[in-house]
């Protein structure tokens, strides 16, 4: 089995900065790509930002210049660094990781349960 466990959200106001991370556990034979994704009260899945096994980034417009994914693969967690934080930030940010259990399975989509992060204005 693997779990994913989110930490690091909460209330802030805006301006303000959070950490967030996501530590995969369980029978884990290899880790690609490490992805942030946030959803609004009533609005849409929103992919927030991914890493690469070999660190290369992407970011959506909205979060670019502002925050920062990164991973350590020693320890299966991946973080995103949330700086200069607006009220739309407001969101669940889950994270998801395209893993395989061993070496002749086959590569899935595992999520965390999500964490809230509230921005007041």
């Known amino acids: 089995q693997v779990q994913l466990v989110e930490s690091g959200g909460g209330l802030v106001q805006a301006g303000g900065s959070l950490r967030l991370s996501c530590a995969a556990s369980?029978?884990?034979?290899?880790?690609?790509?490490m992805a942030w994704y946030r959803q609004g009260l009533g609005k849409q899945r929103e992919l927030v930002a991914t890493?690469?096994?070999?660190?290369?980034?992407n970011y959506a417009d909205p979060v670019k210049g502002r925050f920062t994914i990164s991973r350590d693969n020693a320890k299966n967690t991946v973080y995103l660094q949330m700086n200069s934080l607006k009220p739309e930030d407001t969101a669940v940010y889950s994270c998801s990781c395209h893993l395989r259990t061993g070496i002749i399975s086959n590569w899935g989509e595992y999520w965390g349960q999500g964490t809230q992060v509230t921005v007041s204005s």
């Open positions: 369980g029978s884990i034979f290899g880790i690609d790509v």
């Open positions: 890493i690469t096994s070999g660190g290369s980034t």
